[in-house]
């Protein structure tokens, strides 16, 4: 079983909508839960942060781990176009970070 | 300039020759990580450092080789290179620690290096 599995989409949506991307991870003991945004050509970066369960907003984003269910997901509100990026979910083990696959998300106007 | 910076951008070469993608980070950060992407496969990690002259393994090390005599640069070297090497490498950066910082677990990656092995 991978370590942290997300759907590849690509997802689809229309601008202003609200957009939900999730992963599950397969060890309880993680504690740290990241997301990554990449852009076409370009490294990530990190977009969000969280430690342990619980929601954290940053403007229109809104990260949420669920621990019981070792669930991550990101919900961006009033999606836009520039938002059409891929997202990588991500869990700390040790010194490194482990990556999802990433969701590849394209926002029509 | 500021940041990190990866040499080169795009390299075409051919199978069995050796190739060295260049890393240089202006941070000072200690640990150095160096990753490669491919579609259905996302970002796996090949070696990371924790420091000059500290390297480990990742995930799928096999054919290459790291060193890091200075903490700025971490070169990576495809060896021999092979057809299945083609793929878009990245090298990151991240400061020290542990726990809760959000410096600790933020990685900053460099803009990427297109291989392609025929």
């Known amino acids: 079983q991978k370590e942290v599995e997300q759907d590849p989409g690509p997802l689809s949506v229309p601008e202003g909508a609200i957009v939900s991307l999730n992963c599950t991870y397969s060890n309880s003991a993680f504690q740290y839960f990241m997301w990554y945004r990449q852009y076409s050509r370009k490294g990530p970066e990190l977009l969000m942060y969280?430690?342990?369960?619980g929601n954290k907003e940053d403007g229109r984003f809104t990260a949420q781990v669920d621990k019981s269910s070792k669930y991550i997901s990101l919900f961006i509100r009033d999606s836009q176009p520039s938002d059409s990026a891929t997202y990588l979910c991500a869990v700390r083990r040790d010194d490194k970070i482990i990556f999802g696959k990433g969701t590849r998300l394209h926002i029509l106007p | 300039d500021a940041g990190i910076t990866q040499s080169p951008r795009y390299k075409i070469t051919e199978t069995g020759r050796q190739v060295t993608l260049m890393c240089h980070q202006t941070w000072s950060h200690s640990y150095m990580f160096w990753y490669r992407q491919d579609l259905g496969h996302g970002l796996r990690l090949i070696y990371y450092?924790?420091?000059?002259?500290?390297?480990d393994k990742g995930e799928v090390p096999d054919g290459y080789v790291v060193s890091r005599s200075k903490t700025e640069n971490f070169p990576l070297t495809l060896e021999s290179a092979t057809r299945s090497q083609t793929s878009v490498y990245f090298c990151?950066?991240?400061?020290?620690?542990?726990?809760?910082?959000?410096?600790?677990?933020?990685?900053?990656f460099g803009p990427g290096t297109r291989l392609t092995v025929l």
């Open positions: 450092s924790a420091a000059a002259d500290i390297t």
């Open positions: 969280t430690y342990s369960s």
């Open positions: 990151a950066s991240s400061e020290s620690g542990s726990g809760g910082r959000t410096a600790y677990n933020e990685q900053f």
